[in-house]
Nanobody, 114 residues
Framework: VQLQASGGGLVQPGGSLRLSCAAS????????IGWYRQAPGKQRLSVAY???????YHDDSVQGRFTLSRDSAKNSVYLQMNSLKPEDTAVYYC?????????WGQGTLVTVSS
């Protein structure tokens, strides 16, 4: 499985960004795709994920500001990030998981700064 992530960048506090992640290769019909983030000097943490069964999770720290959507036909997920805060600054990683294991995309840097 290969993951192609895109959409990071520099944005001012209160601004918006949209991250995209597309999975390709041997995609299982039962899978989970989502986003993690890792700030400098901190561990990688889950931000949001979507299961093929229709469940979507958002971490409390982004609830109400970030929205994860899924296009199953394209094996893709999109993270709409609104009302961004400086503490959202991190490298964001896309992750795909199925019964065969976990796969990570390349990170994309999101910087929230004035």
């Amino acid at each position: 499985v290969q993951l192609q992530a895109s959409g990071g960048g520099l944005v001012q506090p209160g601004g918006s960004l949209r991250l995209s992640c597309a999975a390709s290769g041997s995609i299982s019909s039962i899978n989970t795709i989502g986003w993690y983030r890792q700030a400098p000097g901190k561990q990688r943490l889950s931000v949001a994920y979507s299961t093929s069964g229709g469940f979507t999770y958002h971490d409390d720290s982004v609830q109400g500001r970030f929205t994860l959507s899924r296009d199953s036909a394209k094996n893709s997920v999109y993270l709409q990030m609104n009302s961004l805060k400086p503490e959202d600054t991190a490298v964001y990683y896309c992750k795909y998981a199925d019964g065969g294991g976990d796969y990570w995309g390349q990170g994309t840097l999101v910087t929230v700064s004035s």
